[in-house]
């Protein structure tokens, strides 16, 4: 349909040149043919085939590669605002005291802090002590006494000079926590 369409805007634009209504504006249009036709060596009929196939086909391009321009810009326009959650697990508030030792540039340092909210693959902390993104820090539940091996995941920096740094556990511990993720409550203690 677009070649059709290509074809006749072509050969108008050949009549409007042919009556000499804007032929400067025609040249223009025509141009890509007309080159096309000087590439052809023999008679005139020969070349104005070529010129009108050449247009044609340029002209009957032209509103494919507008279409298919704007849809992507729609698509990537309509993603935009949609921002998948990236992270494995969901995320529960939850202030459980903790203890994390970890290593800046040749010295240890070891911090007592809490968490602002946790996962069943890691948590997010507050520390005074600037960690970068896969550190790796041990941090302790001090309610469970139970050690596990993490990584800074991200660190943000904020506004009282401390770092907000979300770990990811090194290995699986579904119970580090005590919180049952599935139906995100606190699992009762068993004395």
């Known amino acids: 349909m677009s070649w059709v369409a290509g074809i006749v805007i072509t050969l108008l634009l050949a009549v409007l040149r042919a009556i000499h209504i804007a032929p400067g504006v025609t040249d223009i249009l025509l141009r890509p043919g007309l080159y096309l036709s000087r590439a052809v060596n023999g008679k005139s009929v020969l070349n104005t085939v070529v010129l009108a196939l050449g247009d044609g086909a ?11 321009l704007r849809s ?3 698509r ?4 935009t605002p949609e921002r998948k959650d990236r992270r494995r697990s969901s995320r529960v508030a939850l202030a459980t005291p ?3 030792y970890g290593w800046l540039a040749d010295e240890p340092f070891a911090e007592n802090t809490e968490t602002l909210n946790v996962s069943a693959v890691g948590g997010l902390i507050q520390l005074s002590a600037k960690v970068i993104p896969s550190q790796e820090l041990i941090i302790t539940n001090l309610q469970t006494n139970e050690d596990l091996a993490c990584r800074v995941a991200r ?3 904020t506004e009282n000079g401390k770092t907000l740094a979300g770990l990811d556990f090194l ?4 119970n580090f926590w005590q919180i049952d993720f599935v139906s995100n409550q606190p699992r009762a203690s068993i004395d």
Do not use: D, N
């Not at 340029?58 to 298919?68: A, I, K, N, Q």
């Open 58 to 68: 340029l002209y009957g391009l032209l509103p494919f590669v507008v279409t298919h």
């Open 72 to 74: 992507r810009r729609r």
């Open 76 to 79: 990537r326009l309509s993603r």
């Open 98 to 100: 903790v203890f994390v």
């Open 155 to 157: 660190s943000i920096g």
């Open 171 to 174: 290995q699986a511990s579904p």
